[in-house]
């Protein structure tokens, strides 16, 4: 009974979050440590600090990985799971409702002129997250040629497959520098393959089922599931991803609707992923509401579930592999190619935004005020739409 009680508080204590953690896993994980570690004592901060460190390695969100992973340490997958609904289901309903709303004053020929400084102020939100990526993770000159590298790879190659090459790439050359890690005694790890093994068969199921059935829902699934298997460094990274696959290679959306969601999603608490919703929503609205709440629905299952499948796969033996200096030095190639990734992002989405004086003033105050002030970033974004009104 009392572990059911204490499982409840938690839960609430997602929720809290859900509704009011602003601002990307930075922020949330700020909001994690005064929660989880200082007022409820649910783990220590070293505890947090790790499983954050085991989610940056993974693919998936990596604050949606660190609060489910708290969630499996406590009560085990059944909490986890429920946590993981808790905390995205808010974010993704309203970003499905606000791509609904976006289509059908498209539908009714209504203007989204109000829209047009929130597009270059989502620029100004991917510059500042490259700026945030780089300012922690760029400590070496390698890890900064292999920035610059990856900004200029995946500005010129657009297509889906580049990016995890580049990753890959940029991770296994700094894994030859493992000499420089501080060495520590090894334990013989014990693998529980269940998860991983359900996170690949999901993948070649949906993608089998995508082929034969050309199923419009089925191959949205399967696209996110792909993209979420292979996103590494958070919400920032995956932006990329996305805007090759749906706006230049399928054009299910314009760059100004990819642009306002982007925006949208920085006003809305919650996981920064939850813009799939968005962006699946509108993927399918030609199959009316119904479709359009099912797809956002869908898209958001697909980006999610592969980090929840790796993190409980993962979680089990990290402690005998972070011991392993391949594995921590792998991590500044990583870690230096997502940041390069959203430093050319933002160099694509500026691209079809008309360049006038206030179009890149409202990315440099937007990415002024971040860099220098405390206000909300919902507070910017709504100061943006309310300014789209008046102008």
Not at 36 to 46: A, Q
Not at 77 to 100: C, D, E, F, G, Q
Request: charged share 15%.
């Amino acid at each position: 009974m009392i572990k059911k009680i204490r499982y409840r508080i938690f839960l609430k204590d997602v929720l809290t979050m859900a509704l009011t953690a602003f601002g990307g896993p930075q922020a949330h994980f700020a909001m994690l440590i005064k929660l989880m570690v200082k007022k409820r004592g649910y783990l220590t901060e070293e505890d947090l600090l790790e499983l954050n460190a085991l989610c940056q390695i993974l693919p998936g969100p990596t604050s949606t990985q660190t609060i489910t992973a708290i969630g499996f340490k406590i009560g085990g997958a059944n909490l986890a799971y429920l946590t993981l609904l808790v905390w995205i289901l808010p974010a993704i309903t309203i970003m499905t409702t606000a791509a609904i709303l976006i289509n059908s004053y498209q539908i009714k020929n209504l203007s989204l002129e109000f829209t047009k400084f929130i597009q270059p102020m989502a620029v100004g939100f991917i510059a500042y997250g490259s700026y945030l990526i780089a300012t922690k993770v760029v400590t070496t000159k390698t890890a900064g040629g292999l920035m610059a590298l990856s900004a200029i790879v995946t500005y010129f190659i657009s297509k889906p497959i580049a990016l995890p090459l580049v990753l890959i790439f940029a991770g296994s050359l700094t894994a030859f520098k493992y000499k420089r890690q501080e060495k520590a005694e090894k334990e013989k790890i014990k693998i529980k393959w269940g998860n991983f093994t359900l996170w690949g068969l999901v993948l070649i199921a949906a993608a089998l089922l995508g082929g034969f059935t050309q199923d419009r829902i089925v191959l949205l699934f399967e696209n996110f599931y792909r993209n979420g298997s292979l996103i590494f460094g958070g919400g920032q990274v995956l932006i990329p991803f996305l805007n090759t696959e749906f706006v230049e290679f399928k054009g299910y959306l314009s760059s100004q609707e990819f642009l306002s969601g982007l925006a949208m999603v920085q006003a809305v608490p919650g996981p920064t992923f939850s813009v799939t919703s968005f962006i699946g929503a509108l993927s399918v609205r030609d199959l009316g509401i119904g479709g359009q709440i099912l797809g956002g629905f869908i898209a958001a299952a697909g980006i999610f579930l592969p980090g929840t499948f790796l993190i409980f796969f993962a979680i089990r033996f990290w402690d005998q592999l972070k011991k392993y200096r391949v594995v921590r030095a792998s991590l500044e190639g990583i870690n230096a190619a997502s940041a390069g990734m959203v430093a050319a992002a933002a160099f694509v989405l500026f691209q079809p935004i008309q360049n006038s004086t206030i179009n890149v003033s409202m990315i440099i105050g937007t990415f002024l005020l971040l860099t220098y002030t405390k206000i909300p970033a919902p507070f910017i974004i709504l100061a943006g739409l309310l300014a789209g009104f008046i102008i």
